[in-house]
């Protein structure tokens, strides 16, 4: 499906411009997000990859679960460097 390849584009896009920022909370040891900014995106965008599991957009899953990932080691960072 067309629709698979063009979601799968936007959405390693979206998880590349993710990299800087996780790089950026792992030197300054500083919270970047907020705690339920983090939950929440974590959660909807498993949700999300659920969904498209549920689509047969394969491809848009895998993507979407590495999405989920890097958002999830930025909701961790926000637990870790809460303090600062």
Do not use: C, H
Not at 24 to 32: C, L, P, Q, S, W
Not at 34 to 55: D, E, K, P, R
């Amino acid at each position: 499906m067309w629709q698979d390849i063009a979601l799968s584009i936007i959405l390693v896009l979206l998880n590349i411009a993710l990299v800087p920022q996780i790089i950026k909370g792992f030197k300054t040891k500083k919270k970047n997000i907020a705690f339920s900014t983090g939950l929440i995106t974590v959660t909807g965008i498993y949700f999300a990859a659920f969904i498209y599991f549920t689509l047969n957009l394969y491809f848009s899953v895998v993507i979407e679960l590495i999405g989920g990932t890097l958002w999830f080691i930025l909701f961790i960072q926000s637990i870790i460097y809460r303090k600062n």
